[in-house]
């Protein structure tokens, strides 16, 4: 499995912490999960935007075609 390194201030590192111990999880858990649930937000913001252009421009297309 590929690893991948992450720099974090003083701060940012003690909130990862204590949000991580908070849950009871690994910090190395809790940051992988939180990268994932961004990743996986993103492409659905897209998607749902991409499908709303479609939705939109669906009788010019009709028209152009």
Known sequence: MAALNLRFTDEELDA???R???EGRSMQA???D???KAVNEHARL???AA???LKASAELNRRLA
């Open 30 to 32: 809790f940051a992988h």
């Open 16 to 18: 990862l912490r204590e």
């Open 34 to 36: 939180a990268v994932i």
């Open 20 to 22: 991580a111990q908070a």
């Open 46 to 48: 897209f998607e749902e």
């Open 51 to 53: 499908e709303h252009v």
